[in-house]
């Protein structure tokens, strides 16, 4: 394929579809010309990723330059929005660690099943999570053989985290999200923490996730004894998850497995792009 400078007459000419992969901030800034004429959009930045104007410009830093399309925008997390997606004109395809910790945390939240003010996403992505940006941190020797946490509580994905989960509890829930960066190219680990409202056995657990997800094509929920692993997803458009208890804390642990490149990014567009033309979801995915 030959690459070109972006022309959105041109691209109007030829698609009626268009993937925007840009960085936050200058989707904004084709996808109201798009809209107008007519094409679909998926938008793989938070540019639309929130309903309201001021959560994105308070976590973003910069006023949204067309709010009066957030009404619009459909969240495009597959496995909850499925008939929404089906319909969407423009539709936000969720962050890398958001698409880890909502799967995860979705069938204990939505059930009612863990207490709503004890949730913590611990989670670890590899450095393409970045993009290509050439930024200090993200260079070799700086983040090769080391391990660290970032942003923890202040972390843009909060909030998108937060906001998607109080929608399957019904109300608003604040969640301690920690993000580490791991000397790896691909893949996001994210281990969620809760306490359940009522004892849960690990039978119980996995038989909650299973009937959940029974229908998903690329959600695969591991046998017991098993962890889930990014090794296991890389390149694939699968988000593995495995479930623990641990009774002596009282605490409910899930932890999920992405590609934050397939899962947490392009795949998932794909996907919901299958969902939008009535193509079985699984289409040109692995
Ligand atoms: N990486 C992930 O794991 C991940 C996961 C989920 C969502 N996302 C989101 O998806 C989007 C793309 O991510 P990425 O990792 O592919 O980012 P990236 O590697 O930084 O690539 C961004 C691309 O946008 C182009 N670009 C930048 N400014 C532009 C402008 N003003 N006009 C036209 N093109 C412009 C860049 O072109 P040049 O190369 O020519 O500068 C580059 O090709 C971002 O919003 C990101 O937050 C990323």
């Known amino acids: ?23 936050h901030g200058v989707s904004m800034k084709y996808a109201p010309g798009l809209i107008a004429a007519g094409k679909r959009v998926i938008d793989l930045s938070a540019d639309y990723r929130f309903s309201e104007e001021k959560a994105y410009s308070d976590w973003y830093g910069r006023p949204h330059e067309s709010a009066d ?19 969407a004109t423009l539709l936000a395809n969720p962050g890398c660690y958001p698409t880890g910790a909502i799967l995860s945390l979705a069938p204990l939240v939505e059930k009612g099943l863990v207490e709503l003010d004890r949730i913590v996403v611990d989670a670890k992505s590899g450095v393409t999570g970045a993009g290509r940006k050439a930024t200090l941190p993200l260079l070799f020797p700086e983040c090769n053989e080391s391990f660290r946490a970032y942003k923890i509580g202040v972390h843009q994905h909060a909030p998108e985290i937060e906001t998607q989960v109080s929608k399957l509890a019904g109300k608003g829930v604040k969640i301690l999200f920690a993000p580490h960066l ?3 190219n691909r893949g996001i680990l994210s281990t969620v923490y809760c306490r359940p409202v009522k004892e849960l056995s690990d039978g119980e657990l996995r038989d ?5 997800y029974k229908d998903e094509p690329f959600i695969r929920i591991m046998e017991k004894g098993k962890y889930a692993d990014t090794k296991y997803v890389t390149g694939l458009n ?7 208890t641990h009774g ?3 605490t409910v642990i899930a932890v999920a497995a992405i590609d934050n490149l397939v899962k947490g990014a392009a795949g998932q567009a794909v996907q919901n ?6 193509l079985p979801q699984t289409t040109g995915l692995i």
Not at 1 to 20: G, I, T
Not at 238 to 244: A, E, K, N, Q, R
Request: glycine share 6%; with cysteine; aromatic share 10%.
């Open 1 to 23: 394929m030959e690459c070109v400078s972006l022309d959105v007459e041109a691209v109007c000419k030829v698609a009626e579809l268009v993937f925007l992969a840009l960085p």
């Open 182 to 184: 791991v000397p790896m």
């Open 273 to 278: 792009m299958n969902i939008m033309y009535g």
């Open 248 to 250: 002596r804390s009282g």
């Open 238 to 244: 699968h988000c593995d998850i495995s479930l623990h």
């Open 208 to 212: 909650l996730y299973l009937s959940y």
């Open 69 to 87: 399309l957030l009404g619009e925008a459909v969240y495009g997390l597959p496995e909850l929005y499925r008939p929404m997606i089906e319909k």
